[in-house]
């Protein structure tokens, strides 16, 4: 609930190593931009990410390299402008005493804008 709009991360990796396949399970997910020469994702799951490094044999170091850059960049803050709920936010989301009606109005006053 960080981020308003879902933000694409991206690490370094100049090229795919001859015979690197994304994994199955995070097809749709997960892509390489031959263009930029990056892997990019929206999101990789925890679990999701040893696969996605570990797809070569022997291991490869720069896709290693890549998934932890793209692990680490999904794991920040979202960039300005793109925030939709602060930890702030979030306490008086969920104060005891606001009623569900209250919660849908706050919610709704973030989405207005957009």
Do not use: C, W
Not at 17 to 26: D, E, K, M, V
Request: proline residues 11%; hydrophobic residues 40%.
């Amino acid at each position: 609930m960080k981020s308003l709009r879902t933000p694409v991360f991206s690490g370094p990796l100049t090229a795919l190593p001859t015979g690197y396949q994304i994994p199955a399970t995070l097809s749709g997910k997960v892509f390489y931009d031959a263009h930029r020469r990056r892997p990019a994702l929206p999101y990789v799951p925890v679990r999701g990410r040893p696969r996605l490094a570990d797809r070569g044999r022997p291991r490869n170091d720069k896709v290693a390299a890549a998934v932890a850059a793209l692990a680490s960049a999904q794991e920040a803050g979202p960039e300005p402008g793109n925030t939709f709920l602060t930890s702030g936010d979030l306490v008086v989301l969920f104060a005891k005493d606001i009623v569900p009606a209250d919660r849908f109005h706050f919610v709704l006053e973030r989405l207005t804008p957009y």
